[in-house]
Structures are given as structure tokens and as C-alpha cells.
């Protein structure tokens, strides 16, 4: 029988505990390394739209001198890349102060009326996949009325039917409130390629979301509710089958969320351990199919020549880039040179719905220097990529799960019906 504990944790899992935001900025020393990797700063060459005139903006809040809304402007202009981390020699953990930090700047200068209520709208809709699908089929009826920029943002609506679930499943894997709605494929292509491996998978459709959403939104409270209810599930499933059950999301962001839920409840008496213990049985899905698992599947896809976007949640925080890199290339795809590996798409959660001019600029940077005119589709990681992408190009977006998923389900079906042929 698998166990998840038969497999490795990702190096770079998120360490627990809350360390003061004063004590994380004094690691910042000014070198200012961190500005040529930060997306808004390469945008708009602002300093206070980089990481460390972000850092400064807080330490002036922290100190008690002047700070107002334009600090907050800055600072929700951030897309919590964590480029700047990966690049910072001091090892600035950046996204800790942020986290601390800007809610209370929030509260001290309230945001504009018109972004509070987008914030809660979109806060308060799109972790339920019920109000998600809702909106989509509302903004369906009436595309016409949309400006052309946000029609073709406008992702189909998918359904399917459910599966039952397996009796004893090795692994859970969240439904996802906007994939649930817009792709809920992925999971199905997931559990085809985990089953190969051995793994039995089992889709958990409440609680859908894993709380990302409103954690990056600095909804605190929304946030708790979906990681309480999500460590609440896991402690009762793993109950009832008897051992521990490993926890997967396709989505990098998600992955990485359900990751650092230890650190969410670092201070809490009542979740801390629990979320801690929870946090350990997060896998991302590449370390679980392994090279040997897809080698040559690529045959069986309509497409050999890929695009590989790392999403930053994959580059930045789960640190499986390479792993999902080596499968690719296991299963026999060319991977075209990309100039810059790690640039944001500006995608970011409902950060491009908040910033939607600034996220397509974003999204025309990165696109205008990827080679697009020899591929046949790009491949990420990570749902809001995804979409990010697909609303900037014709080329085909797909999750690299979706493509080897259903590259052995071709394969599949073409050697049952070759057997038959022959037969
Ligand atoms: S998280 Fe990303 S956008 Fe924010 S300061 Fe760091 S590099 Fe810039
Ligand atoms: S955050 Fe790191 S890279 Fe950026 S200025 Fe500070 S020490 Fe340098």
C-alpha cells in the first residue's frame, strides 16, 4: 500500500512559525538585487513599486512616520510573485511582512470606496464555485455587452458529472472554486496519471477552495473558514480510512497556499498544530508521477513543440519547476528556449481583475518574447496562468496534468483499439 509518507516533501516547503515584521525588514540591507526581477518594478520603474521601496513604505508604517494611502496604492500594486525572495541574497522572507503588514496599513487608511467593494464582491464570489458558474453564465447572456478585452478574459463553463469516490483513496485533491467550474477536467486527467503510479485519488468538491483568494484580498476571516473547513475534512477522511491521506491541488497557487497553512495559524493554540500537521501531507502532483511513468506519451498528443511558463507560485514557492520540466521531457516534448523564465504573466489570483490594465500589459510583455510562432501550445501550472495566457494568444494553454493526462488516455485507447485490429 502507498503511504504519502513514502515520499520526499519538496525542499523549500514553507517553514512554520510568525516572526515579528520588524525583525524580517531588518534582514533587508538596500542592495536593491531584488529590482530586476520584480514585475511591477520592470513595468513601471517606480521604486516604490519594487520590493525594497515596498519594504521601506512598511518600516515607515511600522515606525509611526508618514504613511497614507499612496503607501497602500504600492503596495496592493504587488502581485506576491515572490520573485524578489528568490533573488534576494539576504533571504528577505518579503510575502511575511507583506502579509502582517498591509491589512493593518488598510485599516489605518482605508482603501476608496469603489475598490472596497470590488474587493468584496470578488472576495465573496469567486471561492464558491456555485457563484462562480452563476456570474459566468450571467456574463454569457450577456457577452454583447462587454468591452472586447474583457469578452475574450471570459472562460467557457464546463461541467462534469461526478465520479464516486474511491473507498480507501491514498491522496485528496481540491475541486477548486474557479478550476471546479472552468476546467474541471484537470482533476480527471490527475487521477488517470496518479493511477498509473498506484495512486487512488479521491476529488473533494466542498470545501472547494482553499482559501488563497481571500487571504491574498486581506480577508482574514473568509480565508479561515476555508482552511478550517479544509483541515476539519482532512482529519475526518484520514479518520475514517485509517492513515493520513496526502493532500494535492493542480493549481501551483493552491498548492503552495494549502502548503503554508502552518504558517496561517502559527500563533493559534487551537489550529496550530493541526495546520502544521496538515501542511506536511501537501504534495504537489510532480512529485508524485515520475519520468518513467509518461516516458514517450508525447506521441500521443496533438502537440510536441511547447511553451513551458513556470507560474511563480511553482518558481518562488513550491520549488517544482524542474520536476514538471523533467516530465515534459520524459514524455518526449521540445521545449522551446524561453529568454525569460521566470517573468510574470500578471496574472495573480484576482490581482489582474483588480489591476486589469497593469495585468495586460504584463501579459503582452511576456508573450512578445516567447518563440509562439514555432509552438504548437503552452503548457503551465497553474489555473490563473492559464487563463491569463489563453485570453492573449490563439495558441492552445493547457495544464501540463491536462496534457499528459490525457496524452496516456489517447495511448490508451490507441493501443486497445491496435490490439483489436490485430486480433
Ligand atoms: S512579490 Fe513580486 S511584485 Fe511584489 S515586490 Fe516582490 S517581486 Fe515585486
Ligand atoms: S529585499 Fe533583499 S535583494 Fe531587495 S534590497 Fe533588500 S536585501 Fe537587497
Given at each position: 500500500m502507498l503511504t504519502v509518507t513514502d515520499r520526499p516533501v519538496t525542499e523549500g516547503a514553507a517553514a512554520t512559525g510568525e516572526v515579528s515584521p520588524e525583525a524580517l525588514l531588518?534582514?533587508?540591507?538596500?542592495?536593491?538585487?531584488c529590482l530586476a526581477t520584480c514585475p511591477t518594478y520592470r513595468l513601471l520603474g517606480e521604486e516604490n513599486d519594487s520590493p525594497r521601496g515596498r519594504l521601506d513604505l512598511m518600516a515607515q508604517f511600522l515606525d509611526g512616520g508618514p504613511s497614507g494611502p499612496e503607501a497602500l496604492r504600492h503596495l496592493d500594486r504587488c502581485l506576491e510573485c515572490r520573485a524578489c525572495e528568490t533573488t534576494c541574497p539576504s533571504g528577505v522572507a518579503y510575502h511575511r511582512v507583506l502579509a502582517q503588514v498591509r491589512p493593518r496599513l488598510a485599516v489605518r487608511h482605508p482603501r476608496p470606496l469603489h475598490r472596497r467593494l470590488l474587493r468584496c464582491l470578488l472576495g465573496r464570489l469567486l471561492p464558491w464555485p456555485e457563484r462562480t458558474a452563476a456570474l459566468l453564465d450571467l456574463a454569457g447572456h450577456f457577452a454583447f455587452l462587454l468591452p472586447g478585452g474583457l469578452r475574450r478574459r471570459l472562460p467557457p463553463r464546463r461541467l462534469l458529472p461526478r465520479r464516486p469516490p474511491p473507498a480507501a483513496p491514498d491522496l485528496l485533491v481540491l475541486g477548486g472554486c474557479i478550476q471546479s467550474v472552468t476546467h474541471p477536467q484537470t482533476n480527471r486527467d490527475l487521477a488517470t496519471l496518479l493511477a498509473a503510479g498506484g495512486w487512488s485519488l479521491e476529488e473533494l468538491?466542498?470545501?472547494?477552495?482553499?482559501?488563497a483568494l481571500n487571504a491574498h484580498l486581506d480577508q482574514r476571516p473568509l480565508a479561515e473558514d476555508h482552511m478550517k473547513a479544509w483541515i476539519r475534512t482532512w482529519e475526518q477522511r484520514s479518520r475514517a480510512v485509517g492513515r493520513p491521506l496526502g493532500i494535492l491541488a493542480v493549481a501551483s497557487g493552491c498548492a503552495l497556499h494549502l502548503r503554508e497553512y502552518g504558517d496561517y495559524f502559527?500563533?493559534?493554540?487551537?489550529?496550530g498544530a493541526r495546520a502544521r500537521a496538515f501542511a506536511a501531507a501537501v504534495r504537489d502532483p510532480a512529485e508524485l508521477v515520475t519520468p518513467d511513468q509518461v516516458r514517450g506519451l508525447a506521441r500521443h498528443s496533438p502537440w510536441r513543440r511547447l511553451v513551458f511558463h513556470v507560474p511563480c507560485t511553482l518558481a518562488h514557492g513550491l520549488g517544482t519547476g524542474e520536476r514538471v520540466r523533467a516530465l515534459l521531457e520524459a514524455a518526449g516534448f521540445t521545449l522551446l528556449p524561453d529568454p525569460d523564465p521566470w517573468r510574470c504573466c500578471g496574472a495573480a489570483g484576482a490581482w489582474s481583475l483588480l489591476h486589469p490594465r497593469l495585468a495586460r500589459r504584463l501579459l503582452e510583455a511576456r508573450l512578445a518574447r516567447l518563440p509562439l510562432a514555432e509552438a504548437d501550445a503552452i503548457v503551465t501550472a497553474n489555473l490563473g496562468c492559464q487563463l491569463q495566457l489563453a485570453s492573449g494568444t490563439d495558441l492552445p494553454v493547457v495544464h501540463w496534468v491536462e496534457l499528459l493526462g490525457a496524452a496516456q488516455v489517447r495511448g490508451a485507447a490507441q493501443g486497445t483499439s491496435a490490439g483489436r485490429r490485430s486480433r
Amino acid at each position: 500500500m502507498l503511504t504519502v509518507t513514502d515520499r520526499p516533501v519538496t525542499e523549500g516547503a514553507a517553514a512554520t512559525g510568525e516572526v515579528s515584521p520588524e525583525a524580517l525588514l531588518r534582514r533587508c540591507v538596500h542592495c536593491g538585487f531584488c529590482l530586476a526581477t520584480c514585475p511591477t518594478y520592470r513595468l513601471l520603474g517606480e521604486e516604490n513599486d519594487s520590493p525594497r521601496g515596498r519594504l521601506d513604505l512598511m518600516a515607515q508604517f511600522l515606525d509611526g512616520g508618514p504613511s497614507g494611502p499612496e503607501a497602500l496604492r504600492h503596495l496592493d500594486r504587488c502581485l506576491e510573485c515572490r520573485a524578489c525572495e528568490t533573488t534576494c541574497p539576504s533571504g528577505v522572507a518579503y510575502h511575511r511582512v507583506l502579509a502582517q503588514v498591509r491589512p493593518r496599513l488598510a485599516v489605518r487608511h482605508p482603501r476608496p470606496l469603489h475598490r472596497r467593494l470590488l474587493r468584496c464582491l470578488l472576495g465573496r464570489l469567486l471561492p464558491w464555485p456555485e457563484r462562480t458558474a452563476a456570474l459566468l453564465d450571467l456574463a454569457g447572456h450577456f457577452a454583447f455587452l462587454l468591452p472586447g478585452g474583457l469578452r475574450r478574459r471570459l472562460p467557457p463553463r464546463r461541467l462534469l458529472p461526478r465520479r464516486p469516490p474511491p473507498a480507501a483513496p491514498d491522496l485528496l485533491v481540491l475541486g477548486g472554486c474557479i478550476q471546479s467550474v472552468t476546467h474541471p477536467q484537470t482533476n480527471r486527467d490527475l487521477a488517470t496519471l496518479l493511477a498509473a503510479g498506484g495512486w487512488s485519488l479521491e476529488e473533494l468538491e466542498h470545501p472547494a477552495c482553499c482559501g488563497a483568494l481571500n487571504a491574498h484580498l486581506d480577508q482574514r476571516p473568509l480565508a479561515e473558514d476555508h482552511m478550517k473547513a479544509w483541515i476539519r475534512t482532512w482529519e475526518q477522511r484520514s479518520r475514517a480510512v485509517g492513515r493520513p491521506l496526502g493532500i494535492l491541488a493542480v493549481a501551483s497557487g493552491c498548492a503552495l497556499h494549502l502548503r503554508e497553512y502552518g504558517d496561517y495559524f502559527a500563533t493559534d493554540p487551537a489550529w496550530g498544530a493541526r495546520a502544521r500537521a496538515f501542511a506536511a501531507a501537501v504534495r504537489d502532483p510532480a512529485e508524485l508521477v515520475t519520468p518513467d511513468q509518461v516516458r514517450g506519451l508525447a506521441r500521443h498528443s496533438p502537440w510536441r513543440r511547447l511553451v513551458f511558463h513556470v507560474p511563480c507560485t511553482l518558481a518562488h514557492g513550491l520549488g517544482t519547476g524542474e520536476r514538471v520540466r523533467a516530465l515534459l521531457e520524459a514524455a518526449g516534448f521540445t521545449l522551446l528556449p524561453d529568454p525569460d523564465p521566470w517573468r510574470c504573466c500578471g496574472a495573480a489570483g484576482a490581482w489582474s481583475l483588480l489591476h486589469p490594465r497593469l495585468a495586460r500589459r504584463l501579459l503582452e510583455a511576456r508573450l512578445a518574447r516567447l518563440p509562439l510562432a514555432e509552438a504548437d501550445a503552452i503548457v503551465t501550472a497553474n489555473l490563473g496562468c492559464q487563463l491569463q495566457l489563453a485570453s492573449g494568444t490563439d495558441l492552445p494553454v493547457v495544464h501540463w496534468v491536462e496534457l499528459l493526462g490525457a496524452a496516456q488516455v489517447r495511448g490508451a485507447a490507441q493501443g486497445t483499439s491496435a490490439g483489436r485490429r490485430s486480433r
